[in-house]
């Protein structure tokens, strides 16, 4: 959206943390460059005659009617992920039926909500390069422009909006000033969480099977379409990270197999911030690049209000979505849940979201968050090192120090000394 020659500064030298510094400071003074202007008829080279039949060559035939049935596979019917076409031409249309008082113009109020057709759905194409987010930028203004903001002034929809394709920025501007660092597992902040690994846990939560029925059906939409609406991905991220306790990478590699949107900036910059690992900011920012969180004086969960997930990991020092918080909030009527878990639909209303073990399904894997801590890695390492070295004089206190020479037989002593005052401290 923005152009690295217009921040002003070198990204391998700088970035604005967090992203609140960014949004207020750099978004307020660089302005976004229009779209370049596309190319007229006759202004390209010609297409390079292919033969499709070269035993070099594997060719897709124009006339094919999609990329997968020319890779030798069978269409699933009845998807919501067949909604994306691709194409420039399929983009800006749904950029147009977004741009609707319908759409664009209550934004803010379902941007939370979980089903696919309560968001813009013009990811994909953005992520593949069909759409600019430059030509997203400048038409939400234009609708701006004429429609004007809500009558109800607690809501700006389109500023709403253009805050995520900020973020959306940010993330690539972060990968570029950390590098490789960002798929470490301790991240750019050098944070030691435990993280975990379990094949069957991890194959769980993978298929849907987890015995949370928002998290299983959240990740059983993303199975079946490739997509899964925002709020749905801090939530199986969330369940994953702080109620599991495995390896926040799991879950982006995932991501990233699945995801008709994915790019690697956003996928991997935001799950390793809901990991807390993205950057250590001290206790000023404690939710790392997300900076304090939200402010007091919202209802949590009232019209697009994004729930209260900080109050929820305030003691625990991270930004946790409650799964069952949050399906109380996002699915009253459990219609997402009983849409992707058929198995539960038989259920009477209101039996579901329980915050607990459901009639019928699985066990839960997991209720409540852990807490993971903050310690950096340099000290986890030193306190390996002194417990290593602490097990060491042990058993040196225990077994006598050997010693060759008779006439330092006092040196055993000295050293169960100095074991004595390790173990002591």
Request: aromatic residues 12%; charged residues 30%; glycine residues 10%.
């Amino acid at each position: 959206l923005r152009h690295r020659d217009d921040l002003g500064f070198d990204l391998k030298e700088w970035l604005p943390l967090p992203f609140g510094k960014f949004y207020h400071e750099t978004c307020n003074q660089v302005h976004p460059r229009r779209e370049l202007r596309a190319p007229g008829h006759g202004e390209l080279p010609p297409v390079p005659k292919i033969d499709a039949n070269a035993a070099e060559i594997l060719a897709v035939r124009p006339e094919t009617s999609s990329i997968l049935e020319a890779m030798g596979f069978k269409e699933r019917a009845e998807s919501t992920g067949d909604f994306w076409k691709g194409g420039e031409e399929q983009a800006l249309e749904q950029l147009e039926r977004y741009c609707s008082k319908s759409g664009l113009g209550s934004y803010q109020q379902t941007r939370n909500q979980l089903h696919v057709h309560c968001t813009s759905r013009l990811s994909p194409w953005m992520a593949i390069g069909c759409l600019s987010p430059r030509t997203v930028f400048w038409r939400a203004e234009r609708f701006e422009r004429e429609n004007g903001k809500d009558e109800d002034r607690r809501f700006d929809h389109v500023q709403k909006f253009i805050f995520q394709l900020c973020w959306r920025d940010y993330f690539r501007f972060y990968c570029a000033h950390f590098g490789r660092m960002v798929f470490f597992p301790s991240g750019p902040a050098k944070r030691w969480r435990p993280w975990k690994r379990n094949a069957e846990v991890e194959q769980r939560w993978k298929e849907g099977r987890t015995g949370v029925p928002l998290v299983d059906a959240l990740m059983r939409e993303l199975l079946e379409t490739g997509f899964m609406a925002n709020r749905g991905r801090y939530i199986v991220a969330s369940y994953l990270v702080f109620y599991l306790n495995i390896d926040w990478r799991v879950g982006a590699d995932w991501f990233e197999s699945l995801l008709l949107d994915h790019d690697v900036c956003s996928n991997y910059g935001e799950w390793a911030s809901m990991a807390n690992v993205a950057v250590d900011l001290g206790e000023k920012y404690p939710l790392g690049l997300k900076g304090r969180g939200p402010t007091g004086g919202r209802k949590p969960g009232a019209k697009g209000g994004g729930g209260d997930p900080w109050a929820k990991g305030v003691d625990l020092g991270d930004a946790i979505f409650d799964p069952f918080e949050q399906a109380r909030h996002y699915d009253r009527d459990e219609s997402y849940v009983r849409r992707w878990l058929p198995e539960l639909s038989v259920l009477p209303t209101g039996s579901i979201h329980t915050g607990g073990a459901v009639k019928s399904y699985l066990p839960p894997l997991a209720t409540e968050a852990a807490k993971l801590g903050r310690q950096k890695l340099r000290q986890q390492k030193v306190a390996e090192k002194w417990k290593a070295d602490t097990r060491q004089l042990c058993h040196i206190a225990a077994a006598g120090y050997p010693t060759k020479r008779a006439d330092r037989s006092d040196r055993p002593r000295r050293w169960q000394a100095k074991a004595s005052r390790l173990i002591g401290a």
